[in-house]
């Protein structure tokens, strides 16, 4: 229903920051809630952050709740997940998804993006 492509991943200390985008195609990109999940070596794909339509409502798993932030840009039809404090841990790929009935958990999800991989190294 709508096409996402990730980007930004890449090799990063624990302890830094990384930023990443996902653009969507579309023109009803502000109607959906967007987000982002993962998935670690061995593990279940796991939610990580969502954001309404409007962007004036967010959801985060535990986890990540004061290191990442999700955001959007509806004019770019972009949404971005800016990681700081980052884990070894929190190495994985890591999905764009978006959800037309506008859950921030995304419980419905209907499309996804091919994934980008985050290393943190030591």
């Known amino acids: 229903q709508v096409q996402l492509v990730e980007s930004g991943g890449g090799l990063v200390q624990a302890g830094g920051s990384l930023r990443l985008s996902c653009a969507a195609s579309g023109r009803r990109f502000s109607t959906y809630a967007m987000g982002w999940f993962r998935q670690a070596p061995g593990k279940e794909r796991e939610f990580v952050a969502g954001i309404s339509g409007s962007g004036s409502s967010t959801s985060y798993a535990d986890y990540v709740k004061g290191r990442f932030t999700i955001s959007r840009d509806n004019a770019k039809n972009t949404v971005y997940l800016q990681m700081s404090s980052l884990k070894a841990e929190d190495t994985a790929v890591y999905y764009c998804?978006?959800?037309?009935?506008?859950?921030?958990?995304?419980?419905?999800?209907?499309?996804w993006g091919q994934g980008t991989q985050v290393t943190v190294s030591s």
């Open positions: 998804a978006a959800e037309v009935y506008g859950s921030t958990r995304l419980r419905n999800a209907a499309s």
